[in-house]
Structures are given as structure tokens and as C-alpha cells.
């Protein structure tokens, strides 16, 4: 992998998840230990159960999103384990629709891409993600969609007018990474529906 800046970015990425994912599963080991002794029961013990799950999925979810991407492929059961694991119970519903291993770059990006129409709607809704021949869709449907133009402007290659703010850093990526993989990112939008290609 070349040093560029955006790789190396990644690297940090991967580094950060594969370092943080040993003791939150050290944790979850712990609590399974505990309940199998009988010492595991009550609420504290299941809110703590909930946060370890979550903690788990979003990093297992961010080493996609803002890892190193590589040559392997990524399995439908893998995506579908990981984002049942972050967005089941929630107010937004995602659905991968790719039933064959697509690749960790491709994945890569419809993850970013993901995070990008979550900021889309607050209040949670639809999103599908699917594939056709290469091709990849997002879409995005709620009853109210709350889009930053400014942010969304980046994904098109428009110059960058707002300041990116952490919450945000994925419409700088995605840009960025579509660029390396060959891919053109076309936005289309009205007041309930969103779609997001490349």
C-alpha cells in the first residue's frame, strides 16, 4: 500500500479498531462469565451487556468504513452480522440487498456512504443498499429528510464551503476514495427520498 495520505489514514483506522476490539471483547467475555455464574443478573448488568454489543458493532462497522481496505473479499453474512448487530431496535432500518462477497473496498465505501445519508435523517427511516453488475445504490427513504447541501455538495467534487467537523469526516473520505477506486459519486434528492450511486 502506497504512504499517501488518505492510506495512511486508513492504517490509523485499522490500528485504532483492531486495538480497541481485544478488551471490549474481554469485557464481553467477562460478563458472559458472570452470568454464567449466576453473579450477571440485573439491569446493571444487562445495560452494560447493551453497551459492550454496541461498542462492539460500531468498531467491527468503523474497521470497514475507515480501515485499510486490501484485496479480500467481505461475505453477506459478515455486512448483514454487523449491521443487524449496530442498527437493529433503532430508528433506521438498513438493508443489504448484494447476496455474493463484494469486495472490502466496494463495501468500504457503501459504509461511508451509509454514514453519510444517516446524517440525512435524524429520525431515522430506510435505507437500502444494493448492487448491479459493479454498480452500487444507496437509498435512502423517511418521512423528512434534513440535507446539508454544503456536505452533500462535497460528494460531487464541489469545493469544500463548510467546515468538516468530526461527525462529518466521511464526506471528505468518499470523495477521496472514489477517486482511488475509479468511481464517480452521483447524488440525486427530494424531500423524502435520497439516492446516493457509484
Known sequence: MPMTAPNLVALVGSRICHDLISPIGAINNGLELMSLSGAGAGPEMSLIGESVGNASARIRFFRIAFGAAGDQMIGQTEVCAILRDLYEGGRLTVHWRPTTPQPRAAVRLAFLGLLCCETA???????????HQGDWSLTA??????????????????????????AHVQFGLVPQIATEEGRKIIVQSDETRLTLTF
Open 121 to 131: 435523517m435524524p429520525y431515522g427511516g430506510r435505507l437500502e443498499i444494493a448492487q
Open 141 to 166: 427513504q423517511a418521512d423528512r429528510l434534513n440535507i446539508d447541501s454544503g456536505l452533500w455538495a462535497m460528494l460531487s467534487g464541489a469545493a469544500v464551503t463548510v467546515a468538516l467537523l468530526p
